[in-house]
């Protein structure tokens, strides 16, 4: 069995303020590490005005992660047009029988 790995990133106020409050659930990040389900994600709010930590910071465990490098749905003019979108939602529970 894999042992989990942490991993700390920073993230901008607004965005560490929705995380927190639970409106965001996912995160975008250059895919310059690797990341699994199972790891935890140390998200360190990060003030990018002051280049200062701020001292709050939340551990949420990855439960799923894709690399957009290795996803070849679109040609490649298309996305140089339109870039990507990520879209999170809600996962659905589980139907009791």
């Not at 996912?26 to 990060?46: I, N, S």
Request: glycine share 6%; proline share 6%; hydrophobic share 30%.
């Amino acid at each position: 069995m894999r042992s989990k790995t942490r991993i700390e990133k920073k993230v901008w106020p607004e965005y560490f303020q929705a995380i927190l409050d639970g409106k965001k659930t996912f995160e975008l990040h250059l895919a310059d590490f690797e990341c699994k389900p199972g790891d935890v994600l140390v998200l360190k709010e990060w003030n990018p005005g002051s280049k200062e930590y701020t001292g709050r910071q939340i551990e949420k465990e990855v439960t799923y992660a894709i690399k957009t490098k290795d996803c070849h749905f679109w040609p490649k003019e298309e996305v140089e047009k339109y870039g990507y979108q990520v879209i999170s939602f809600k996962p659905q529970a589980p139907d009791r029988a």
